[in-house]
C-alpha cells in the first residue's frame, strides 16, 4: 500500500477591512516620519559636514563637547536633577497621605475632592500654567528654583494621589485594625506595616513625577529663570536664541536630551502600568 500524503497546509490569507488597512498606514507613516526626524538628528549630531549628500561627508563626536562647553550642560543637568528630586520628595510626601485619606476615609465630597486632584492631569499645563506664572511671579518664587518646583508640584501631587491611591486599596484594612489592638500608633502603623507594602507604589509614583519633571516644558518655561532652566528649557533657547550657532552642537543637545528622557520612560513602564492608571482615571470620572 502507498504512504498517505497528509494534504498541504493551507495559507492563511491576511484579511482586513478597508478601515483597519487605513489605521495601520496612518500609525505606519508616523512612525517612518518619526523614525525619519530622530534619524536626521542623530545621524547630524555625529556628522562632520553635510550638505547635499544622504550621509554626512565625515564623523566626529566633538559637537557632544562643544555642546557641553557653549551650553553649559553640567549646570543645566545640576539644575534639572534639583528641580526633579525637590518635586519627587514633596509630590510623595504630600501624596501619599492624601491618596491614603481619599482610599480610606468617607467623607462628603470626597469623590469631588478626586476630581479637582485630577484637573491639572486632565488639562493642558498651558490653560493654568499662565495665571499659575503671574501669581508666582507676584509673589517673587518665579525666576527662581523654588518657583520652578511650586509650579511642578501642580500636576506632580495628583500623578502620586492617581498612582497610590490603587495601591491602598489593595492592603486590607484588616491589618491596621490589628496593629492598632496590638497597641500600634498611627506613626507605627504607616512606618512598619503600610510603608514597607506601599514601597512598590511609592516607587512607580517617584518614577512617574521624575518623567513628568524632566519633560515638562510649559511650566517650567514660564517660571524659570536663567539659573533655573531644566533641559528642555535650555534646548528650546538654545534653538530659539539670537545667534550663530552650529545646528550639530544643537542636535547634540537634543540627542542628550532624548535619550535621558527614553531611559526614564523604560524605567517608568519597568513599574507602572499605563492601562492601570487609565482606567483608574475613566472610573473616577463616570
Not at 88 to 114: C, E, N, Q
Not at 209 to 224: K, Y
Not at 228 to 238: G, I, K, P
Request: aromatic letters at 12%; hydrophobic letters at 55%; one cysteine or more.
Amino acid at each position: 500500500m502507498g504512504a498517505v500524503t497528509a494534504p498541504a497546509p493551507r495559507r492563511r490569507r491576511l484579511v482586513a477591512r478597508p478601515a483597519a488597512w487605513l489605521i495601520w498606514g496612518v500609525v505606519a507613516f508616523f512612525f517612518v516620519n518619526l523614525a525619519g526626524v530622530i534619524g536626521s538628528v542623530l545621524v547630524s549630531s555625529f556628522g562632520d559636514r553635510w550638505y547635499d549628500t544622504w550621509l554626512p561627508q565625515g564623523w566626529t563626536t566633538r559637537w557632544y563637547g562643544q555642546s557641553w562647553q557653549e551650553f553649559g550642560l553640567f549646570q543645566v543637568l545640576l539644575v534639572t536633577l534639583e528641580v526633579s528630586l525637590l518635586v519627587v520628595g514633596i509630590s510623595v510626601l504630600v501624596g501619599v497621605p492624601a491618596a491614603y485619606v481619599l482610599a480610606r476615609r468617607s467623607f462628603p465630597g470626597r469623590r469631588l475632592l478626586y476630581l479637582l486632584f485630577l484637573l491639572p492631569i486632565l488639562m493642558p499645563p498651558i490653560t493654568y500654567g499662565i495665571p499659575l506664572a503671574t501669581v508666582l511671579y507676584k509673589y517673587g518664587f518665579a525666576g527662581h528654583l523654588s518657583g520652578v518646583v511650586l509650579a511642578n508640584l501642580v500636576p506632580s501631587v495628583p500623578f502620586v494621589i492617581l498612582t497610590m491611591t490603587p495601591f491602598i486599596e489593595q492592603i486590607d484594612p484588616a491589618v491596621e485594625r490589628a496593629a492598632r489592638m496590638c497597641g500600634a500608633g498611627t506613626r507605627q502603623i504607616f512606618v512598619r506595616i503600610l510603608a514597607p507594602l506601599l514601597t512598590p507604589g511609592i516607587l512607580a509614583a517617584s518614577i512617574l513625577v521624575l518623567v513628568r519633571t524632566v519633560g515638562m516644558f510649559e511650566l517650567t518655561f514660564l517660571t524659570a529663570g536663567p539659573d533655573s532652566q531644566t533641559l528642555v528649557v535650555a534646548l528650546y533657547y538654545s534653538m530659539s536664541a539670537a545667534g550663530i550657532r552650529a545646528q550639530q552642537s544643537i542636535d547634540a543637545m537634543a540627542v542628550i536630551y532624548t535619550t535621558m528622557m527614553l531611559v526614564l520612560l523604560v524605567i517608568a513602564l519597568r513599574f507602572v502600568n499605563p492601562t492601570q492608571l487609565v482606567a483608574r482615571v475613566r472610573e473616577d470620572v463616570d
